[in-house]
């Protein structure tokens, strides 16, 4: 690594808000964010396209290592750990093996604050101090770096109890879970304050959730395309409400921000209305490509029923978006499906996924990806699925259990939950160094930390996938050899 003086910046700060709309943010609820539109009028903002698939883990540990998932080797926040039928990991902390923003910045002597990043859980050595994410199982973990940052915590009274995210954001206890929404973040944000104040820092960088957490719980009672949305409900409000608490806290620790420091809000993807589910597992099973021993007399997950592998094509996982296995001859302990057939198998199964219409046929646009054409490089990971399903283009979520026989439905499985991720989140970046205002496009989450590294003028990695976003940082300092 080498520095270049002349270029370097002061101090940057970044801002996640997980799942951040820009429809909402940019537009719909700009009047009452006055802190956020007025960083995006004197900066440069737009949209910041999500990583494939447009989900929390990996979009996180996307950007900030400036590799895709394929490079990554994990698809979500549960993966196959090999190949065979039952075993799943949990994507922590522990299954990131590339190098991250702040690695490079610590090597550079830079030292840093991270506060509630997706995928810090279980925490790891930074040159500086680390809160874990969302993940963490609870303030009885070890959850920070260094581990005596923990007790620092508990001596805040308007931090401690401290809250990685809120118990349950799909109850149907609408009133609790809007106040749980707003309790946890202004404790986010009153240790950020905290740790901004007391703590030296060059690289600062929290994360919060509860933009997440919002549009999944109140996205029906906004939103006049969700088909149980009501005019004049009692939660109508709600997410414009909680964006303009955000706003407000945002505006406290632009109070104590350094007057040099570069400063970006960003999202790792956007927000949608969710039309509803697709079963693909019951999809799967009426096409026969999933033959049960026995279909369960009530809805249940796939892992609970008895599964005839040896006459099974292809199983499914719901989610956001579907994951699609092949149970391929020599590679699963029973496959079935030679590997002279797979493509064709693939070829097939896109087709008649992606002719699948709505609960009235018509067309929804749903799109069947292959991994290798997605990521730059190989596709890792233990057992990657063979295909990704984004069904309504994401405007629906895909299903996973069994036994209702039906292949739609507008009952989530894990519980209520009104809205889709969306491929389109957010950048809005303000700063000394920035020589003009006004959107521009074109921009992906892993250009955010190449960006970042060049505003401390540090060459950037030769295996970096992202690009530096020349209206932030200018122009791109040389290729480092990895």
Not at 296 to 310: C, G, Q, V
């Amino acid at each position: 690594m080498s520095k270049d003086q002349d270029r370097a910046t002061a101090k940057v700060v970044i801002i996640g808000l997980d799942c951040c709309e820009p429809s909402l943010a940019f537009d719909r609820y700009a009047a009452r964010m006055p802190n956020f539109t007025k960083l995006k009028e004197r900066g440069v903002w737009g949209k910041l396209k999500s990583c494939d698939p447009p989900i929390t883990v990996p979009a996180w540990m996307s950007m900030m290592s400036s590799k895709d998932p394929g490079t990554l080797g994990y698809y979500g926040f549960r993966n196959r750990a090999d190949h065979s039928y039952e075993k799943m990991t949990t994507a922590t902390s522990l299954a990131v093996k590339e190098p991250l923003l702040w690695d490079y910045l610590g090597r550079a002597g830079k030292r840093v604050v991270l506060l509630g990043v997706p995928q810090t859980y279980p925490p790891r050595p930074v040159n500086g101090w680390m809160i874990t994410d969302f993940l963490t199982p609870s303030i009885e973990s070890n959850y920070t770096y260094p581990p005596e940052l923990k007790a620092e915590i508990a001596q805040l009274p308007d931090v401690h109890p401290y809250e990685f995210d809120v118990s349950d954001f799909r109850t149907p206890d609408k009133g609790a879970i809007r106040d749980a929404l707003v309790r946890m973040t202004r404790k986010r944000f009153a240790l950020a304050k905290h740790l901004m104040t007391t703590k030296p820092w060059d690289f600062f960088m929290m994360v919060e959730m509860g933009t997440d957490r919002v549009h999944h719980a109140f996205w029906q009672y906004m939103d006049p395309e969700h088909h149980r949305y009501e005019p004049g409900n009692p939660y109508e409000t709600v997410i414009e409400d909680y964006y303009a608490e955000v706003d407000e806290r945002i505006g406290d620790l632009l109070e104590v921000i350094p007057a040099d420091a570069t400063i970006l809000i960003v999202s790792d993807h956007g927000a949608q209305c969710m039309d509803g589910g697709i079963a693909l597992n019951e999809w799967l099973i009426q096409q026969g490509y999933l033959v049960l021993h026995e279909y369960p007399k009530t809805p249940s997950r796939l892992e609970t029923l008895k599964i005839d592998w040896a006459k099974t094509t292809a199983w499914g996982s719901g989610g956001y978006y579907g994951r699609l296995f092949i149970n391929v001859e020599g590679r699963e302990s029973q496959g079935l499906v030679p590997a002279s057939e797979y493509e064709a198998v693939r070829d097939k199964l896109i087709s008649e996924l992606e002719a699948l219409g709505d609960h009235h046929g018509k067309p929804i646009n749903t799109r069947v990806l292959r991994p290798e054409q997605l990521y730059a490089g190989e596709v890792r990971g233990a057992a990657p699925p063979d295909l990704f399903v984004y069904f309504g283009n994401l405007r629906w979520r895909s299903v996973g259990t069994i036994g209702t026989g039906e292949i739609h439905t507008f009952e989530n499985d894990t519980g209520p939950d009104d809205a889709n991720h969306a491929e389109q989140g957010l950048l809005v970046a303000a700063g000394p160094g920035i020589s003009h205002a006004g959107p521009i496009e074109g921009l992906q989450l892993m250009d955010v930390t190449p960006t970042v590294l060049s505003l401390f003028g540090i060459d950037i990695p030769a295996d970096l996938q992202g690009h530096v976003i020349q209206e932030i940082a200018g122009a791109e300092p040389a290729l480092a050899s990895v």
